[in-house]
């Protein structure tokens, strides 16, 4: 069975920093590329950013690009999330998600970020 | 960026009718390898989203043939044959064709 566990959300101030992680399971992780996708508060999905299944190539939405950086471990099926520069609208629910060509066909439950001083 | 817009269902729906629901996009999401980018996913309350549809029409492993997915290049519709108390949720289309954007969510509420 696939498994996607999150961690590591929490009470953040803003400007401080914040590293998600995914531990992933059921599968061969560095067959599929992985994704972020973040859901604020009684809001809809965002696309964040994603990598290859190698970590050879990441893809970031502008309002992250520069702050957050994506990367895995294939050897320990674990991808990762670090957030630099957290500001108030980063406050969402973030999910990681398995990732084949045509979709995101497997999702973690989340984990929550809030962002506030 | 391309951008999605859902339409609203009629809500509620009574159980076992039929409801469709609407995304239009602002670009051709049709490929030049003749596949249309275009997926529809289900979060029911409290839960993840599932992954329902890809590439307009296919349905993923294991969802109910009652779901069903059309279009053209810039107007699809998902629709949901006899609707059962497990479609209760919001539902999604997002395009693969770029860097991917999520349509607004429609909500599904039965009656």
């Known amino acids: 069975e696939v498994q996607l566990v999150e961690s590591g959300g929490g009470l953040v101030q803003p400007g401080r920093s914040m590293k998600l992680s995914c531990a992933a399971s059921g599968f061969t992780f560095n067959n599929y590329d992985m994704a972020w996708v973040c859901q604020a508060p009684k809001k809809g999905l965002e696309w964040v950013a994603t990598i290859s299944y190698d970590g050879s190539s990441t893809y970031y939405r502008d309002s992250v690009k520069g702050r957050f950086t994506i990367s895995r471990d294939n050897a320990k099926s674990t991808l990762y999330l670090q957030m630099d520069s957290l500001r108030s609208e980063d406050t969402a629910t973030y999910y990681c998600a398995r990732h084949p060509y045509y979709g995101y066909n497997s999702w973690g439950q989340g984990t929550l970020v809030t962002v506030s001083s | 960026d391309i951008v999605m817009t859902q339409g609203a269902l009629p809500n509620p729906v009574p159980s076992g009718e039929s409801a469709s629901i609407t995304c239009q996009s602002s670009?051709?999401?049709?490929?030049?390898?003749?596949?249309?980018?275009l997926n529809w996913y289900l979060q029911r309350p409290g839960q993840s989203p599932q992954l329902l549809i890809y590439?307009?029409?296919t349905r993923a492993s294991g969802v109910s043939d009652r779901f069903s997915g059309s279009g053209s290049g810039t107007d699809f519709t998902l629709k949901i044959s006899s609707v059962e108390a497990e479609d209760v949720g919001v539902y999604y289309c997002?395009?693969?064709?770029?860097?991917?954007?999520f349509g607004g969510g429609t909500k599904l509420e039965l009656k």
């Open positions: 590439w307009m029409s």
């Open positions: 997002q395009q693969f064709l770029e860097y991917p954007t």
């Open positions: 670009k051709s999401l049709l490929h030049s390898n003749g596949k249309t980018y």
